[in-house]
């Protein structure tokens, strides 16, 4: 199983970007799948998550209305549109798969993350 991340960068306040989780090894519309970051010296937090087996949501409440889930299981793909990006936003994004198809469970593999900065 391997998730890769990418789609970061350094963008200004107000701007979007879109990040991508490329997984292997498994069926992605089989499993919950989410986005968390974090910052140095920081718990890491729940952005968004997607469950398989009902079709569920979560978005963290910093950033409800401003990003979106989504994912293409043909090409084994999550995705996470963040538009209105602010300073706050700034932080290391990580993909992670959870055991079974709810995101009420816990994760079993997590990808390497991707740098998102926002300059203010």
């Known amino acids: 199983v391997q998730l890769q991340a990418s789609g970061g960068g350094l963008v200004q306040t107000g701007n979007s970007l879109r990040l991508s989780c490329a997984v292997s090894g498994f069926t992605l519309d089989y499993y919950a799948i989410g986005w968390f970051r974090q910052v140095p010296g920081k718990e890491r937090e729940g952005v968004s998550c997607?469950?398989?087996?009902?079709?569920?949501?979560y978005y963290g409440e910093s950033v409800k209305g401003r990003f979106t889930i989504s994912r293409d299981n043909a090409k084994n793909t999550l995705y996470l549109q963040m538009n209105d990006l602010k300073p706050e936003d700034t932080a290391t994004y990580y993909c992670?798969?959870?055991?079974?198809?709810?995101?009420?469970?816990?994760?079993?593999?997590w990808g390497k993350g991707t740098l998102v900065t926002v300059s203010s």
């Open positions: 992670a798969k959870y055991f079974g198809g709810s995101y009420y469970g816990g994760m079993d593999y």
């Open positions: 997607l469950s398989s087996s009902d079709g569920k949501t």
